[in-house]
């Protein structure tokens, strides 16, 4: 009995590296206090397979979501990074997964919780995969979040 404690414990503390920091998942935040600068039309974008405006680099490619500018990751030449440093925009999409990432917070943001990037992700997946995204309702979603909340204080 005891040796099957010792291979549970060992399988949660597996677990924590597969589903935890050690597998690259990080959790979207759900609110970002820089919103405030997203372009007023993102209804309009570049088509995802636009190349860097700085170094013409075909893949890898960030949107800014504020000039609306493509520029390249850092794993490329940096320059959506330098745009950021050089500009202050802080808001970018990516076009490899349609993610979006704020560098004042350093942290990506979840599309399906913030309503203001609703638009621009459904234009972008519609201009990358030929079809509208499968959006949760916002209702839904703070439901299931209120009550996983409600749930742990139990």
């Not at 597998?23 to 190349?51: F, K, M, Q």
């Not at 500018?69 to 030449?77: A, E, G, M, P, T």
Request: glycine share 6%; charged share 20%.
């Amino acid at each position: 009995m005891a040796n099957e404690g010792c291979s549970s414990s060992g399988w949660e503390a597996e677990s924590e590296e597969l589903y935890g920091a050690e597998s690259g998942w990080v959790e979207a935040r759900t609110s970002c206090d820089h919103l405030s600068s997203l372009c007023s039309d993102l209804s309009n974008i570049p088509v995802p397979d636009s190349p860097c405006t700085r170094c013409h680099h075909p893949a890898e490619n960030w949107l800014c979501l504020s000039c609306k500018d493509v520029l390249c990751s850092r794993f490329i030449n940096k320059h959506m990074l330098s745009h950021h440093q050089e500009t202050g925009h802080c808001l970018a999409l990516s076009f490899s997964d349609l993610s979006v990432w704020c560098f004042a917070c350093e942290a990506y943001l979840d599309v399906q919780m913030i309503w203001q990037l609703r638009p621009v992700y459904e234009v972008a997946h519609l201009l990358k995969f030929g079809q509208r995204p499968p959006f949760l309702a916002i209702e839904s979603l703070q439901l299931s979040t209120q009550n996983e909340g409600s749930s742990s204080g139990s």
